[in-house]
């Protein structure tokens, strides 16, 4: 663990911008039920901004890596934070659905030029060997920061529905200032070959970004691949409108959002980094993803029967664990299937994710203005069809993960 020992310092600032990126991106989850009757705007609505994110998002990705690989990953990361800092302060100003729409864009195009630059940064600093551990620190900060974002969001909007935007803009800023002045420059510590492990900006025997996504069908991971879109889909589905919910269905404060968000993320990352390893090596991945499918699914329907706090509270749990420990298990067992195609693999991986990142919302907030237990509904059907799809793809691939 040399390399990345003595990276230490610029781990946990890479680990610090991206845990505030994807902290900015749920922070209008239990913020969204006020913002509705402020704006006059309706569940609809709603999926369509959080799709926005991740769309723009989405087709940026494969510019932004290149312009990491072109003009270095630092410049990237600051300017990413720069724009994340203006998007998140903008969303806190804006008194029209427009400029809502305009802040999810840019946040988006922020979060694709940190997102590869970091990744590329991650590669650059470290052997084959300790590749898997930074990755894992990077990931972590992932998870922890999309599901802890709600909770942080509804405390700090105790103070003014539109102070967390604030709030996150001004540690964006700092964040961004902290990477300008004390982060080095890494592209210049590995060749440009090496550099192309990043997972967005990756290409695959010289083929466009776009047309790996068309081939895809071919390839004998594919199947995998619908796992990975068919659950990110589903849990999409399941946070987007989970505070508009609890909101409309129980009456909750951002405040009590914040407490079963919050507690459940950081149950979560206990798991991820105490037993998370355990777990994979005592059950496989094939049998951890597909018990966490269904668990999520059952425990989503569950939703839709409880109604007292300490019940729901508990349910929610339950699905926040599943959670975190499935989309670790997906990527390390895509990671196992790629074998040497990992920067490939990823891309396809990453992209799939946010195409039901993208279709989960958009369809979620439009079930939500028909029927409030429609979203959860869906969301459970599609999760229990992806529990049955693992176990058809488990059985494919025993072979090849073990």
């Not at 990126?21 to 039920?33: D, T, Y």
């Not at 864009?105 to 630059?117: E, H």
């Amino acid at each position: 663990m040399g390399l990345l020992l003595k990276n230490r310092g610029a781990v946990l600032i890479l680990m610090f911008n991206i845990f505030l990126v994807f902290m900015g991106i749920g922070l209008i989850i239990p913020i969204m039920p006020k913002f509705m009757n402020s704006l006059g705007i309706g569940g609809s609505t709603i999926g369509l901004l959080v799709a926005t994110f991740s769309l723009t998002q989405f087709l940026f990705s494969p510019l932004a890596g290149r312009l990491a690989d072109s003009y270095g990953r630092k410049r990237m990361i600051v300017i990413g934070m720069i724009v994340f800092a203006f998007s998140e302060v903008l969303f806190g100003l804006a008194s029209a659905p427009t400029l809502l729409f305009v802040s999810r864009m840019l946040g988006g195009v922020s979060a694709a030029m940190i997102m590869p630059a970091v990744m590329a940064y991650v590669a650059d600093i470290t052997t084959r060997d300790e590749r898997a551990a930074g990755m894992g620190y990077i990931n972590a900060a992932i998870t922890t920061g999309f599901i802890i974002g709600p909770g942080i969001g509804g405390y700090i909007a105790e103070f003014g529905i539109r102070v967390p935007f604030y709030a996150a803009g001004a540690v964006a800023l700092i964040a961004g200032c902290i990477s300008m002045f004390v982060l080095r420059e890494s592209l210049s510590a590995k060749k440009a070959s090496s550099s192309s492990s990043a997972p967005v900006a990756s290409t695959d025997k010289g083929s466009s970004f776009l047309s790996q996504l068309l081939q895809s069908y071919r390839e004998p991971f594919f199947l995998s691949l619908i796992i990975v879109f068919v659950m990110s889909f589903g849990l999409a589905n399941f946070e987007t409108v989970f505070g508009l919910f609890v909101d409309h269905k129980f009456g909750f404060e951002p405040g009590d959002i914040a407490f079963i968000i919050t507690f459940g993320s950081i149950a979560g990352a206990v798991v991820q980094a105490t037993a998370f390893s355990w777990i994979l090596k005592r059950f496989g991945e094939k049998n951890v993803i597909s018990v966490c499918l269904l668990f999520a699914g059952v425990f989503i329907l569950m939703t839709l029967f409880v109604h007292k706090f300490w019940l729901i509270f508990a349910v929610t749990f339950i699905v926040f664990l599943a959670i975190d420990i499935l989309r670790p298990a997906i990527g390390t067992q895509m990671s196992k299937l790629a074998a040497d195609r990992q920067g490939y693999v990823a891309g396809l991986n990453s992209a799939y994710t946010s195409l039901g990142n993208i279709a989960g919302p958009i369809l979620a907030g439009y079930l939500f203005d028909i029927d409030i237990n429609y979203p959860y509904t869906l969301a459970c059907i599609v999760l229990l069809l992806c529990f049955g799809l693992s176990l058809r793809v488990g059985k494919r691939n025993e072979g090849a993960v073990s």
